[in-house]
T-cell receptor, first 110, second 111 residues
Framework: KQEVTQIPAALSVPEGENLVLNCSFT??????LQWFRQDPGKGLTSLLL?????REQTSGRLNASLDKSSGRSTLYIAASQPGDSATYLC?????????FGAGTRLTVKP | KAGVTQTPRYLIKTRGQQVTLSCSPI?????VSWYQQTPGQGLQFLFE???????NKGNFPGRFSGRQFSNSRSEMNVSTLELGDSALYLC??????????FGPGTRLTVL
């Protein structure tokens, strides 16, 4: 059974810092890995999706990497802004089953 | 292109009642997945429908059921509500393509 872990559970940084969020998974036979952000009480917004054959994806200030062999993914956020404050979730899909981590709650202080 | 829509956005029910939630996927998307999110358990997969057929199912009791219509809209039903069913219910649509797009969710409170 796939288990997804996100570390740290919470992170607080000053505006402008670069930061890294971590996601690890136990079964490396994945189809893809997706990063989402969730604002309080809201749905999920897709940020980046990495297919199993890919190593990384970039969108604006975000860069996500995938290392299947070690069961790890990182989400790098450059030049953080207060508007980046949210919970970030990673989700791993295999066999039509998507498993989510518990998320990292990010606070960016002005 | 309109996003995933869910109705109602908020719902209050009492124990023992039943509830039906609705999800309209992004136009052209054929797969709809449902999730339950609670503070204690996080996001948990309920089931996925593709072309009106349930393709995958999570580990939830039979009180939780769903269906998908020919226009890809989906409904989920929870019968005999329990206090522990209070949660944010999210649906997501996809296909073609693996990326999942989520709706805003339905906040269900069971009293």
């Amino acid at each position: 059974k796939q288990e997804v872990t996100q570390i740290p559970a919470a992170l607080s940084v000053p505006e402008g810092e670069n930061l890294v969020l971590n996601c690890s998974f136990t079964d490396s036979a994945i189809y893809n890995l997706q990063w989402f952000r969730q604002d309080p009480g809201k749905g999920l917004t897709s940020l980046l999706l990495i297919q199993s054959s890919q190593r990384e994806q970039t969108s604006g200030r975000l860069n996500a990497s995938l290392d299947k062999s070690s069961g790890r993914s990182t989400l790098y956020i450059a030049a953080s802004q207060p508007g980046d404050s949210a919970t970030y979730l990673c989700a791993v899909e295999n066999n039509n089953d998507m498993r989510f981590g518990a998320g990292t709650r990010l606070t960016v202080k002005p | 292109k309109a996003g995933v829509t869910q109705t109602p956005r908020y719902l209050i029910k009492t124990r023992g009642q039943q509830v039906t939630l609705s999800c309209s996927p992004i136009s052209g998307h054929r797969s709809v997945s449902w999730y339950q999110q609670t503070p204690g358990q996080g996001l948990q997969f309920l089931f996925e429908y593709f072309s009106e057929t349930q393709r995958n199912k999570g580990n939830f009791p039979g009180r939780f059921s769903g269906r998908q219509f020919s226009n890809s809209r989906s409904e989920m039903n929870v019968s005999t509500l329990e206090l522990g069913d209070s949660a944010l219910y999210l649906c997501a649509s996809s296909f073609p393509g693996p990326e999942q797009f989520f709706g805003p969710g339905t906040r269900l409170t069971v009293l």
